[in-house]
């Protein structure tokens, strides 16, 4: 983040001293404690914060993915009912009640939309990109969706059917890309590591192993 | 290694899930957040497995207690940073990390002005 929040601890010598509260207090007595110590770092908490309130949500449906991914019997499951499935996991509730758990495979790939508003299941996939609530998007995904898909730099063989799924109030998506070759022995938290949220919309690809992040 | 956050942000389920808003985390004021990231920072230093941190929590949660250094002043309705906060305090102690006596210190230097700034 190039913009440091205005609001992290330190109080500076212009600011007039008014007494914290008793939380207050004692969070920055840990932070003041732990970074003399050597333990924790400013820029590595400002970091976590900015990851957790960005990152967290997609997290979530990575790691359905990567169930899916590596336990054929957890994929069953969430093929057969993928609403149940997902609460295994412990997510449930907050608009993710009906989810369908979209495969992709060498000869379909699955997208979905909300073609009428902006039903996103938040719980698995977090905060909604702009471009999802996007009228160009919404409406362009249904009639041309290769070239919307060409726009976000995926291009499938044409020989691969393309499926454009509407969500509603009532039935949200995730879409399951395919395991990324080069991935045996991967634990689930490395494979769902690869997993990005454009993937589970079916607007990207998952990261390939080893390549670095970013 | 350290700079893939994203990757090593825990899930916390159940009774200890995440406060959110609208499916977004949401933190109702700063000291929220940095108890939040020095919490995972220092998991992912290796101070501690998640779980412990975890079930720390869920106890809190469950009963309300907490060590004699980590203890603030009774919130009517302590809130689930403040929780977190307590659990984090306790397993520091426990683990060695901080002593009571100088948490008990660090704390009243703040509040009495005596120190004003974390860093």
């Not at chain 1, 205005?6 to 007494?19: E, K, N």
């Not at chain 1, 924790?40 to 991914?69: C, Q, Y």
């Not at chain 2, 869920?58 to 659990?87: F, L, S």
Request: aromatic share 10%; charged share 25%.
């Amino acid at each position: 983040m190039a913009e440091r929040p205005h609001d992290h601890d330190h109080d500076h010598d212009d600011h007039p001293w008014t007494p914290p509260s008793d939380i207050e207090a004692r969070v920055r007595a840990l932070e003041s404690l732990l970074v003399e110590k050597g333990l924790t770092t400013h820029d590595a908490i400002d970091t976590l914060i900015s990851a957790f309130e960005n990152d967290l949500g997609p997290m979530h449906g990575a790691r359905v993915v990567a169930k899916a991914w590596s336990d054929p019997a957890y994929r069953q499951r969430l093929e057969a009912d993928g609403t149940n499935a997902i609460a295994e996991l412990g997510y449930r509730g907050l608009q993710t009640e009906h989810v369908k758990a979209l495969f992709n495979s060498a000869t379909d790939h699955h997208m979905w939309v909300c073609t009428l508003c902006s039903c996103y299941p938040w719980t698995l996939l977090g905060i909604p990109p702009v471009w999802f609530k996007s009228a160009p998007y919404r409406s362009r995904v249904v009639s041309h969706p290769r070239e919307v898909l060409a726009d976000f730099g995926v291009t499938l063989d044409p020989t691969v059917k393309v499926h454009v799924w509407d969500t509603s109030a009532e039935q949200r998506y995730i879409v399951i890309p395919e395991r990324p070759d080069g991935t045996q022995g991967f634990t689930e938290e490395q494979l769902a590591a690869l997993v990005t949220r454009d993937s589970m919309i079916g607007t990207g690809f998952v990261k390939r192993p080893g390549a670095t992040d970013e | 290694m350290s700079n893939d956050s994203r990757a090593t942000i825990p899930t916390m389920d159940g009774v200890v899930a995440y406060p959110r808003k609208n499916g977004e985390p949401v933190f109702d004021a700063p000291w929220q957040s940095r108890a939040f990231g020095m919490v995972v920072n220092l998991h992912t230093q290796g101070a501690y497995p998640w779980d412990e941190f975890k079930q720390r929590l869920i106890q809190h949660v469950a009963q309300g207690d907490r060590a004699a250094a980590c203890a603030a002043a009774p919130a009517a309705n302590p809130g689930y940073y403040d929780q977190w906060v307590a659990a984090f305090c306790d397993l520091l102690i426990d683990k060695h990390l901080i002593s009571p006596d100088e948490m008990d210190q660090r704390v009243n230097d703040f509040k009495t002005g005596v120190r004003q700034q974390v860093y």
